[in-house]
């Protein structure tokens, strides 16, 4: 197919409640929703995950904008035969800035699959009618404040909790959590804030009866995770790490990984993140899909992966109303006693509730096919 145009819109939305993490707070996302459209007029949505600085990768929403604007709907917009299966190929001359790849990639088969009026669950091999949700709560002011927090998210039915954790809040609040929610689905993410001299203190968490430990040590340090994984019972997951198939193979062979959190803007989209589902699956890795704080576009990409049948772990896919007073799609994303449904509809199964977007539009852009 040929994509006659592509949209970029920069919204800028606040989180109905701030998000902390080892590495900062997030009370606001600049977000860069991508649509592309084909000649007959069909249209397909991505995202850009990035974050507003370079702390969760290097990649920022503004590094994205530069990478998208400068090269890659030039390489899209310029090939007379886009699709699912070259669009990858298409952007591969520039290297790294998977996020701005993803959003435009997965805007592309989020096309194809309407074209073909196929859900996108179903186009990528999904065969779930709805998915585990899990909710991922922040490091709270106090840990009876976060209790307090957890206590919430059991009552509105989340299936699994995911602490984030960071040296000096850790092992205590742990013991305090499992003191008051002994039998909850718990696992925790570091988002990189350890140090293999923290080994002691790590060591510790076998303590607590955890679904796994999401990301202790920096991302390009598999040695480290190497060694922790052979000490500790509770299986490594790795999120920051895996941003190809290729790091997940040397991350597999060194002994790093237990399991994966896949994250589809993180590894460019589709193409890499189905061969890295394969891989895993393949391998008997433990799998699931993690979120960025998505508005309800990136979110119907997730709901479409965790769909896969080789998904083995809650996700970290929560409600419209976990991330937003208002969410920018219709229908919004619904939890229901732990899940959330697969839409029927083609492609990821929403559509953009306009009114909601101009509220927090900060500006657009288009770009056209270049004809001769
Ligand atoms: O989308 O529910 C979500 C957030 C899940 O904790 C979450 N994501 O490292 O896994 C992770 C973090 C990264 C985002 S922090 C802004
Ligand atoms: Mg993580």
Same mark, same amino acid.
């Given at each position: 197919?040929?994509?006659? +145009?592509? /949209?970029?819109?920069?919204?800028?939305?606040?989180?109905?409640?701030?998000?902390?993490?080892? &590495?900062?707070?997030?009370?606001?996302?600049?977000?860069?929703?991508?649509?592309?459209?084909?000649?007959?007029?069909?249209?397909?949505?991505?995202?850009?995950?990035?974050?507003?600085?370079?702390?969760?990768?290097?990649?920022?929403?503004?590094?994205?904008?530069?990478?998208?604007?400068? &090269?890659?709907?030039?390489?899209?917009?310029?090939?007379?035969?886009?699709? +699912?299966?070259?669009?990858?190929?298409?952007?591969?001359?520039?290297?790294?800035?998977?996020?701005?790849?993803?959003?435009?990639?997965?805007?592309?088969?989020?096309?194809?699959?309407?074209?073909?009026? *196929?859900?996108?669950?179903?186009? $990528?091999?999904?065969?779930?009618?709805?998915?585990?949700?899990?909710?991922?709560?922040?490091?709270?002011?106090?840990?009876? =404040?976060?209790?307090?927090?957890?206590?919430?998210?059991?009552? /509105?039915?989340?299936?699994?909790?995911?602490?984030?954790?960071?040296?000096?809040?850790?092992?205590?609040?742990?013991?305090?959590?499992?003191?008051?929610?002994?039998?909850?689905?718990? *696992?925790?993410?570091?988002?990189?804030?350890?140090?293999?001299?923290?080994?002691?203190?790590?060591? @510790?968490?076998?303590?607590?009866?955890?679904?796994?430990?999401?990301?202790? &040590?920096?991302?390009?340090?598999?040695?480290?995770?190497?060694?922790?994984?052979? +000490?500790?019972?509770?299986?490594?997951?790795?999120?920051?790490?895996?941003?190809?198939?290729?790091?997940?193979?040397?991350?597999?062979?060194?002994?790093?990984? =237990?399991?994966?959190?896949?994250?589809?803007?993180?590894?460019?989209?589709?193409?890499?993140?189905?061969?890295?589902?394969?891989?895993?699956?393949?391998?008997?890795?433990?799998?699931?899909?993690?979120?960025?704080? =998505?508005?309800?576009?990136?979110?119907?990409?997730?709901?479409?992966?965790?769909?896969?049948?080789?998904?083995?772990?809650?996700?970290? $896919?929560?409600?419209?109303?976990?991330?937003? @007073?208002?969410?920018?799609?219709?229908?919004?994303?619904?939890?229901?006693?732990?899940?959330?449904?697969?839409?029927?509809?083609?492609?990821?199964?929403?559509?953009? +509730?306009?009114?909601?977007?101009?509220?927090?539009? /900060?500006?657009?852009? =288009?770009?056209?096919?270049?004809?001769?």
């Amino acid at each position: 197919m040929e994509i006659e +145009k592509i /949209e970029l819109y920069g919204v800028q939305m606040p989180l109905a409640r701030p998000f902390r993490t080892s &590495f900062g707070v997030t009370s606001s996302r600049h977000v860069i929703l991508v649509r592309v459209i084909e000649r007959g007029g069909e249209e397909g949505w991505g995202e850009v995950v990035a974050g507003e600085g370079p702390w969760y990768s290097y990649e920022t929403y503004e590094t994205a904008l530069y990478v998208l604007d400068k &090269f890659l709907i030039k390489n899209v917009l310029d090939c007379e035969d886009i699709s +699912k299966n070259n669009v990858w190929a298409v952007m591969s001359r520039v290297k790294g800035h998977n996020m701005a790849k993803a959003a435009l990639e997965m805007a592309v088969w989020d096309l194809e699959a309407r074209l073909a009026s *196929q859900p996108l669950s179903r186009f $990528i091999g999904g065969v779930r009618s709805r998915i585990e949700s899990g909710v991922s709560i922040g490091i709270a002011g106090s840990v009876s =404040e976060l209790l307090k927090i957890i206590g919430t998210r059991l009552d /509105e039915g989340y299936l699994r909790i995911k602490l984030k954790i960071e040296p000096g809040w850790d092992v205590d609040v742990l013991s305090r959590v499992r003191r008051e929610y002994p039998d909850v689905p718990l *696992q925790v993410d570091a988002n990189a804030a350890y140090r293999l001299r923290d080994l002691k203190t790590l060591l @510790k968490l076998d303590e607590f009866d955890l679904l796994m430990l999401e990301q202790p &040590f920096e991302h390009d340090d598999l040695n480290g995770h190497a060694i922790l994984s052979r +000490k500790l019972r509770t299986p490594i997951c790795l999120d920051e790490s895996i941003t190809s198939l290729n790091a997940l193979k040397t991350a597999y062979k060194l002994g790093a990984v =237990e399991v994966v959190n896949l994250k589809p803007g993180r590894v460019g989209g589709y193409t890499e993140g189905l061969a890295i589902y394969r891989f895993a699956v393949d391998v008997g890795l433990g799998f699931w899909i993690g979120g960025m704080l =998505e508005t309800g576009i990136g979110r119907g990409h997730l709901v479409a992966l965790a769909s896969l049948p080789g998904v083995s772990y809650p996700n970290d $896919i929560s409600a419209s109303s976990r991330y937003w @007073k208002e969410d920018i799609v219709e229908p919004l994303w619904v939890q229901r006693n732990g899940y959330i449904d697969v839409p029927n509809k083609s492609g990821i199964g929403v559509e953009v +509730k306009w009114g909601a977007l101009k509220k927090y539009l /900060e500006w657009q852009r =288009e770009y056209r096919k270049a004809r001769t």
